[in-house]
């Protein structure tokens, strides 16, 4: 009898060890529930932090965000630019070809000049050569005097056009400027000098209408 009693005392102390542990159990997961009520403040500010943010966007940017497309412009501003650009481009091709025609006439002038200049400058030799066969005592007759004003106002007024003399005489020969027709040897002269003009030559602004001929030394 006393180990029966024995042994149901030993049944009744485990079953009341396990509904103490399971009473254990139950009180640490109810204080780990309440532990993580404790943090779920912090999880409510920062959703109401990101409200506040959602409602300073413009209604734009949310409208953006909402379809994903970029705003397109009117097509009225996209005519405009069109039509802009359009008149930026025939403005600049405008300028571009008043230019070239300014510089085609510009050399139109200079050929047509050239060649006028180099029609009058064998009257000019000849005015120079009558004038040169003058004989010293007839040099003061009228008429010969007439001759002289004559080929001086020829003379002026090609020089106000551009015109004027190449100088040869004395100078270093150039084949830019000279012809050379004639050599000779001139101890009183330097190497390659020209000591002597046999056609004036003429310049007009900056380019040659005619080669002076010349006679070079050494």
Do not use: W
């Given at each position: 009898m006393?180990?029966?009693?024995?042994?149901?005392?030993m049944?009744?102390e485990?079953?009341?060890e396990a509904?103490?542990?399971a009473?254990?159990?139950t009180?640490?997961?109810?204080?780990?529930?309440?532990a993580?009520?404790?943090e779920?403040?912090?999880?409510?500010?920062?959703?109401?932090?990101?409200?506040?943010?959602?409602?300073?966007?413009?209604?734009?940017?949310?409208?953006?965000k909402?379809?994903?497309?970029?705003?397109?412009?009117?097509?009225?501003?996209?005519k405009i630019?069109?039509?802009?650009?359009r008149?930026?481009?025939?403005?600049?091709?405008?300028?571009?070809?008043?230019?070239?025609?300014?510089?085609e006439?510009?050399?139109m002038?200079?050929?047509?000049?050239?060649d006028?200049?180099d029609?009058?400058?064998?009257?000019?030799?000849?005015?120079?050569?009558?004038?040169a066969?003058i004989?010293?005592?007839?040099?003061?007759?009228?008429?010969?005097?007439?001759?002289?004003?004559?080929?001086?106002?020829?003379?002026?007024?090609?020089?106000?056009?551009?015109?004027?003399?190449?100088?040869?005489?004395?100078?270093?020969?150039?084949?830019?400027?000279h012809?050379?027709?004639m050599?000779?040897?001139n101890e009183?002269?330097g190497?390659?000098?020209?000591?002597?003009?046999?056609?004036?030559?003429?310049?007009y602004?900056?380019?040659?209408?005619?080669?002076?001929?010349?006679?070079?030394?050494?």
């Amino acid at each position: 009898m006393e180990n029966n009693q024995s042994k149901e005392d030993m049944v009744k102390e485990a079953v009341e060890e396990a509904k103490a542990k399971a009473a254990e159990d139950t009180d640490t997961a109810e204080k780990t529930a309440d532990a993580e009520e404790t943090e779920t403040p912090e999880t409510e500010g920062e959703e109401s932090v990101a409200d506040e943010k959602a409602d300073t966007e413009k209604p734009e940017e949310k409208k953006s965000k909402k379809f994903g497309k970029k705003n397109r412009k009117d097509k009225k501003d996209e005519k405009i630019e069109e039509l802009t650009d359009r008149v930026a481009r025939q403005m600049a091709e405008f300028d571009n070809f008043r230019k070239r025609t300014d510089k085609e006439k510009s050399q139109m002038y200079e050929i047509g000049a050239k060649d006028v200049i180099d029609k009058i400058l064998p009257v000019v030799d000849n005015f120079e050569r009558g004038l040169a066969a003058i004989p010293e005592g007839e040099t003061e007759h009228p008429f010969m005097q007439g001759m002289d004003k004559v080929y001086k106002q020829l003379m002026t007024t090609l020089e106000g056009l551009g015109v004027k003399p190449i100088e040869a005489v004395g100078q270093e020969f150039d084949p830019e400027f000279h012809n050379a027709v004639m050599h000779e040897d001139n101890e009183d002269l330097g190497e390659n000098i020209v000591s002597e003009e046999l056609q004036k030559g003429y310049m007009y602004r900056d380019t040659v209408v005619r080669h002076s001929m010349v006679k070079v030394a050494n």
